[in-house]
Nanobody, 122 residues
Framework: QVQLVESGGGLVQAGDSLSLSCAAS????????MGWFRQAPGKEREFVAA???????YYTDFVKGRFTISRDNAKNTLYLQMNSLKPEDTAVYYC????????????????WGQGTQVTVSS
């Protein structure tokens, strides 16, 4: 079992950068595929990025070239570096853990953090 706690959200202006972190408990963090998802008001939760145990990364098209997912297994921490933020990036961002694959599907993830709010003003 793994517990996840996100941090780093906030209010920024369009074009700014923000870095999110997700601290994981447990000794087997390195074995999990990890993902970042987001949910805007009135919308479904959507895939942002994922990284597997061997550090292969996957992104949704609307963040490619702007966001970078990474992990530090020694620190049990997942990161999301977000650059060139846009107002449409405003959402609650969640990290999630998956024992199997770096999936784009939220239901494939068994563990979720509580989320951190990111607000981008125009």
């Amino acid at each position: 079992q793994v517990q996840l706690v996100e941090s780093g959200g906030g209010l920024v202006q369009a074009g700014d950068s923000l870095s999110l972190s997700c601290a994981a408990s447990g000794r087997t963090f390195s074995r999990y595929a990890m993902g970042w998802f987001r949910q805007a008001p009135g919308k479904e939760r959507e895939f942002v990025a994922a990284i597997n145990w061997s550090h292969n990364t996957y992104y949704t098209d609307f963040v490619k070239g702007r966001f970078t997912i990474s992990r530090d297994n020694a620190k049990n921490t997942l990161y999301l570096q977000m650059n060139s933020l846009k107002p449409e990036d405003t959402a609650v961002y969640y990290c999630a853990a998956n024992q199997w694959i770096a999936s784009r599907t939220p239901s494939d993830y068994g563990y979720w953090g509580q989320g951190t709010q990111v607000t981008v003003s125009s």
